[in-house]
């Protein structure tokens, strides 16, 4: 079930986050909890970071961000995790399914997001849930631990009529 993430679900959230198996392909390299804080504190403040619970604990998390202005049937979906010791569970496509019910019917008829080159769980994901690659930002993403720049892929899905 998805509801707003909470202050209290910081320690939750940056244990997924933290994972060996889910850092590599989200914004920021591993750091301790006490530096998650202010990423976190921005999460929250963007008023669109949830939490997705299962059996009481937090499974997942997803951040849906609408554009401004001529661009505000787009929305951006980012942020988005499973906690590794729940993969295969169904709970990514039942977040994702979530998002886009919600979207759409808050009138969004776009939805973007942005997956690395070298994904390929992810990649495969977003293409089982109807997302199509529009797009590359060749040597967009630098990971701490590497030497070599990673390609962005830019997915979209239409919501039509």
Not at 23 to 52: H, I, K, N, Q
Not at 119 to 131: D, T
Request: proline share 4%; charged share 25%.
């Amino acid at each position: 079930m998805r509801r707003l993430a909470t202050p209290t679900d910081i320690e939750a959230v940056f244990a997924i986050y933290s994972h060996p198996e889910v850092v590599p392909f989200l914004t920021y390299d591993p750091m301790p909890l006490e530096a998650f804080g202010e990423v976190y504190r921005d999460l929250l403040a963007s008023g669109c970071f949830y939490v997705w619970e299962t059996a009481g604990e937090v499974a997942g998390f997803y951040r849906a961000t609408r554009y401004p202005g001529r661009v505000s049937h787009v929305a951006l979906l980012g942020t988005l995790a499973v906690d590794p010791r729940r993969h295969g569970q169904g709970i990514g496509r039942a977040m994702v399914e979530d998002a886009i019910a919600r979207l759409r019917a808050d009138g969004i008829r776009r939805i973007e997001l942005y997956a690395e080159s070298d994904n390929a769980q992810a990649l495969r994901f977003y293409g089982r849930m109807g997302f199509t690659i529009e797009g590359t930002l060749r040597d967009f993403y630098k990971r701490a631990d590497q030497s070599h720049y990673v390609d962005e892929h830019v997915l979209g899905l239409l919501l039509l009529d």
